[in-house]
């Protein structure tokens, strides 16, 4: 490996240590309903949007709890020293893509079939870091 490029691999790992990130794979929940929680939450404080999401009656939002939640114990472990309360995270961003498709087949009249698409999503959520009030 060169030394450019040792560099600026170093580079990227230093910055990769301060972000704190989380992700929910092949979530069977379609990515438009999962859309509509994650947009509410997007930019809140992590207190504010876990009390969002508990209130919510989507079923997206359960599912988004527990995201959160990792993603800020995912911090901690990165940060032994710091303390959430003191760190003032906040959901920085949160995305939502399409994940896998089961494709099936219902019956329909006249022997006729309908297809029927059971979509999935996939969801990063980084958290930022701010001392400063946000939101």
Same mark, same amino acid.
Do not use: Y
């Given at each position: 490996?060169? @030394?450019?490029?040792?560099?600026?691999?170093?580079?990227? %790992?230093? #910055?990769?240590?301060?972000? $704190?990130? +989380?992700? &929910?794979?092949?979530?069977?929940?379609?990515?438009?309903?999962?859309?509509?929680?994650?947009?509410?939450?997007?930019?809140?404080?992590?207190?504010?949007?876990?009390?969002?999401?508990?209130?919510?009656?989507?079923?997206?939002?359960?599912?988004?709890?527990?995201? @959160?939640?990792?993603?800020?114990?995912?911090?901690?472990? %990165?940060? #032994?020293?710091?303390?959430? $309360?003191? +760190?003032? &995270?906040?959901?920085?961003?949160?995305?939502?893509?399409?994940?896998?498709?089961?494709?099936?087949?219902?019956?329909?009249?006249?022997?006729?079939?309908?297809?029927?698409?059971?979509?999935?999503?996939?969801?990063?959520?980084?958290?930022?870091?701010?001392?400063?009030?946000?939101?």
């Amino acid at each position: 490996m060169g @030394v450019r490029k040792r560099q600026t691999a170093e580079r990227l %790992k230093e #910055e990769k240590k301060s972000i $704190a990130f +989380a992700k &929910l794979n092949n979530c069977p929940t379609s990515p438009r309903k999962m859309r509509l929680v994650a947009d509410i939450i997007r930019g809140k404080k992590v207190e504010d949007a876990l009390n969002i999401l508990k209130f919510s009656s989507k079923e997206a939002a359960g599912r988004l709890d527990k995201l @959160v939640l990792s993603a800020v114990a995912n911090w901690q472990a %990165k940060n #032994e020293e710091g303390d959430v $309360a003191d +760190a003032g &995270l906040f959901i920085k961003e949160i995305r939502v893509d399409g994940g896998t498709m089961l494709k099936r087949l219902r019956p329909a009249p006249q022997g006729r079939a309908h297809r029927i698409r059971k979509r999935s999503n996939h969801v990063t959520l980084v958290l930022g870091e701010s001392n400063t009030e946000k939101n």
